[in-house]
């Protein structure tokens, strides 16, 4: 292995001078040069359709993500409207069973967990130093999965068969005699498609944070959010398996006349929430598990110190992994639970509170013995996500409590639990993130006026729209009903509601216009506009097409930091056993593997480029679930044939070889 010693800049390539500072020039070519011919995509629609390139994909992730949001979101304003007033006649009963199930599954499927997939898509490879995500192709399969499944299910709209039995799908509500239309045929089929690609995702993040990490980068050493995006992947591994059964085995019942979940014919409709909830409650912290991996990543840049305690914040994310997958009963205290089970899962709900708060105060510490603290939009959100995320972790800790949860189970109580929890610790981190990566993504800065204005309106919108929440559901106000009557007390706080979405919906369309806006016409962002300790900000803004040409050696967890404060250049990887790493030969993507703990040895890897067959792969898959849906059997041995015949290609092309 040969390693190129720091030396100064040479004055053929000009990277941004604060690239030149810290890295040295191997780090990144010229834009002709051999190696970023090599891995560039071909212009155009071509280019679009065959690409496995992990920025594109992450960056597709997360605008898609992005749109599904403001999806759920209008979904959540006719909800609010209808809401609004008692005895409102915006949604009639069916409409709004309709919109709160799509609200709910958009909100959790569709945007939740695909956004923090697109932030590890685009970031993972670039904080290890490595080139690509492990498996290329598959990566790409992965996110044309989860966009067709997403048209599948809004599919139903065109179909005037929405899914309306609430987006945890209960049986027997959802069976074939209670919901006799294709809507939970859409929710159930959509569901298991996109299992696929959650899956998929997971396991390529977990060979690419364990195999790919440049030289050096032993796990004591790696960034917190790549700890969290492994983290993720692990749990995804062993969740997502229970959503899919379920959704499988509700097939089964609805479309093959089976009877798993009917007790008249010996099955059991509690089987389904059990599965459904052994995902679901993991789910939650699938989302919050990454979501902390931003904070801890901006926190410190904008504190301008290391973050306090790292290796109890890393515990703590591992540690609230495991223990996420012994509370899931907790959404079952009012199904007949035994007392003593019931208790069980009471204390290990309120155990995960621990990890938890051990990340919270790691956080304030940072914070506090900061010199200075420059509050950036990114810092804002990243600090209004503590103060939501932490009302609504208190009163996680209430309904982990069993007769107070007998108490206020399916009431608005619950709602405003989940939201607080969902739109504070998910939502306002991926919002961080945005405006964090934003300037690495596009190359361009976002205006930091709209950002801090954008802010304030989410901040005091979703505190307005959800609070109230608490209240109506200790006044006893039910989820799930369209309409209430007049004179119970209601009428104010779900009015102060509405308007509190109003304004949160203001801010999410503030941002939506300062991000449209600065990609065309932001001004142009260096390598590194806040000082950041990771690797994504020691190459240029947007990074080449290969990310690194020269791999970097690192002896710190805070590499950028350290170059910065040692004033000298990093050294880089650019040849193995004799194979010069920044001039290729050969067709084949090379990127460097290492050992998983320290990353001491090291090797090549090629990986194979862009390719048709994952979208292929996926458009088969898509018939296969629209046959289903409309029993058809021409339509599925069509889709049988593209999956099958995708399948064998993708096999003789060599799919994923990694030496
Ligand atoms: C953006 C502001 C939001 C507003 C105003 C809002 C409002 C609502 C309302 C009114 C309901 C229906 C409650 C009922 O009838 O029982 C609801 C349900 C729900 N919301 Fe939201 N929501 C928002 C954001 C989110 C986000 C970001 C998530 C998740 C990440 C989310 C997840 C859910 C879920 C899972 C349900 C339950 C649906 C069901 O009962 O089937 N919401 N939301
Ligand atoms: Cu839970």
């Excluded at 939970?184 to 498609?193: E, K, Y």
């Excluded at 912290?285 to 790292?310: E, M």
């Excluded at 900061?370 to 009302?391: C, D, H, N, Q, S």
């Excluded at 010069?580 to 040895?601: C, K, N, Q």
Aim: charged share 10%; aromatic share 12%; glycine share 10%.
């Amino acid at each position: 292995m040969t390693i190129a010693e720091p030396r100064p800049p040479s004055p053929t390539s000009t990277p941004a001078p604060e690239a030149a500072a810290v890295v040295p020039p191997e780090l990144t070519v010229a834009g002709d040069a051999p190696l970023a011919r090599q891995w560039e995509d071909r212009p155009g629609l071509p280019g679009f359709l065959t690409t496995v390139d992990h920025k594109r994909i992450g960056v597709r992730y997360i605008v898609t993500a992005f749109i599904f949001l403001l999806v759920g979101g209008v979904e959540a304003l006719f909800m609010r409207a209808q809401l609004a007033r008692p005895g409102g006649s915006v949604l009639g009963p069916d409409t709004y069973n309709q919109l709160m199930t799509m609200h709910g599954t958009t909100m959790v499927f569709l945007f939740n967990t695909p956004v923090f997939a697109g932030f590890g898509n685009y970031l993972v490879p670039l904080q290890i130093g490595a080139r690509d995500m492990a498996f290329p192709r598959l990566n790409a399969l992965s996110y044309w999965i989860y966009v067709l499944s997403g048209v599948f299910l809004y599919g139903s709209l065109a179909m005037r068969q929405v899914p309306d039995g609430g987006w945890f799908a209960y049986t027997p509500l959802t069976s074939s005699a209670y919901s006799p239309g294709k809507g939970m045929d859409f929710w159930a089929i959509g569901v298991t498609f996109l299992g696929i690609s959650t899956t998929v995702g997971a396991i390529n993040f977990i060979v690419t944070i364990m195999r790919m990490r440049a030289p050096g980068m032993s796990l004591n050493r790696m960034p917190i959010f790549c700890w969290g995006v492994l983290s993720m992947a692990g749990m995804i591994v062993f969740a997502v398996p229970s959503i899919t059964l379920a959704g499988l085995l509700l097939e089964s019942d609805r479309a093959f006349g089976m009877h798993l979940f009917d007790p008249a014919r010996g099955g059991n409709p509690v089987l389904y929430q059990h599965l459904f909830w052994f995902w679901g409650h993991p789910e939650v912290y699938i989302l919050f598990i990454p979501a902390t991996g931003i904070v801890s990543t901006v926190i410190p840049t904008f504190a301008g110190r290391r973050i306090a305690a790292y290796p109890l914040v890393v515990a703590a994310l591992v540690a609230t992994a495991f223990i996420s997958f012994g509370l899931w009963v907790h959404h079952m205290f009012a199904t007949g639970t035994p007392l003593l089970v019931a208790s069980f899962f009471s204390a290990a709900s309120m155990i995960v509170a621990i990890p938890s708060g051990v990340q919270i105060f790691a956080w304030i510490t940072t914070v506090w013995l900061a010199k200075r603290v420059r509050y950036e939009p990114p810092m804002l959100f990243a600090l209004g996500f503590i103060v939501i995320f932490v009302i609504g972790g208190m009163t996680g800790v209430m309904v982990a409590v069993v007769p107070f949860d007998q108490q206020v189970t399916d009431t608005y109580f619950v709602v405003a639990h989940f939201h607080y929890v969902l739109i504070g610790g998910t939502v306002f981190p991926a919002f961080a993130g945005f405006h964090f990566w934003f300037p690495k993504i596009t190359g361009r800065m976002l205006n930091p006026r709209l950002g801090r204005l954008s802010f304030w309106l989410m901040f005091v919108g979703t505190n307005l729209t959800i609070f109230p929440m608490h209240i109506l559901g200790l006044e006893g106000m039910p989820r799930r009903v369209y309409t209430y009557q007049d004179g119970l007390g209601w009428n104010v706080w779900n009015m102060l509601s509405s308007i509190g979405a109003l304004i949160l919906a203001a801010g999410v369309v503030v941002a939506g216009f300062d991000f449209w806006w600065a990609w065309r016409r932001g001004r142009p962002a260096p390598a590194d506009p806040w000082g950041g300790d990771s690797l994504e900000w020691g190459v240029p803004s947007p990074p080449p097409a290969y990310n690194v040409a020269a791999f970097p050696v690192v002896s710190d967890l805070h590499p950028m930091w350290q170059a910065r404060d040692e004033g000298r250049l990093m050294p880089a990887v650019v040849s193995v056993a004799g194979e010069d790493l920044v001039e290729p030969h050969g067709e084949h993507h090379r990127t460097l593997t290492t050992s998983a703990i320290d990353a001491s040895s090291v090797d090549v890897s090629s990986m194979p480029g862009p390719s048709h067959l994952p979208l292929v792969l996926a458009v088969g898959v898509l018939v296969l679930c629209v046959a289903l849906i409309s029993r058809n059997a021409m339509v599925g041995i069509a889709g049988g044939v593209l999956t099958a015949v995708s399948l064998i290609r993708w096999h003789d092309e060599g799919g994923e070889p990694v030496e």
